[in-house]
């Protein structure tokens, strides 16, 4: 398992082709749609990752902290694609966190675990709030059916 989510971060530096959980929308709609900003704030800075510079590593890893810490004081602005978007972010900095082991840089594990879990409890919470609102629009019905 962990050698098929480690050709994913590949494929995205080597290939710039995408985890098969993000849809190639996703990327391409990023530059007009706001939600989007999480993600394609990841694709730039996975794009850093790739030229290989000497302390890219800890450059990325300061930037992917930041976000982190600006997700997890934001996330209750995002709609739910912009829930999705983020949390497809962050799955991508943990895929980055596996392949490259344990690192004096990236250190952030609680950060990513913590701001995940904010960001789809959230994203429950939406989804349910939508569940909930469009019972109600069909309660009525149900009465004359």
Known sequence: MARILCSYLKMMLDYNALP?????????????????????????????????????????????????????????????????????????YMLVRVAEGETENNNHDAALLGTVTLMLGELRRQLQCESVDMESVDMPYMYFV
């Open 20 to 92: 098969p959980f993000i849809h190639l929308y996703w990327i391409s709609a990023s530059s007009s749609k706001e939600f989007l900003e999480p993600l394609a704030n990841c694709m730039s800075l996975l794009g850093m990752l790739g030229t290989r510079a000497r302390g890219t590593a800890s450059l990325f890893w300061r930037n992917v902290r930041m976000e982190c810490d600006h997700l997890s004081s934001t996330y209750t602005t995002f709609n739910k694609y912009g829930m999705i978007a983020a949390t497809q972010a962050l799955l991508i």
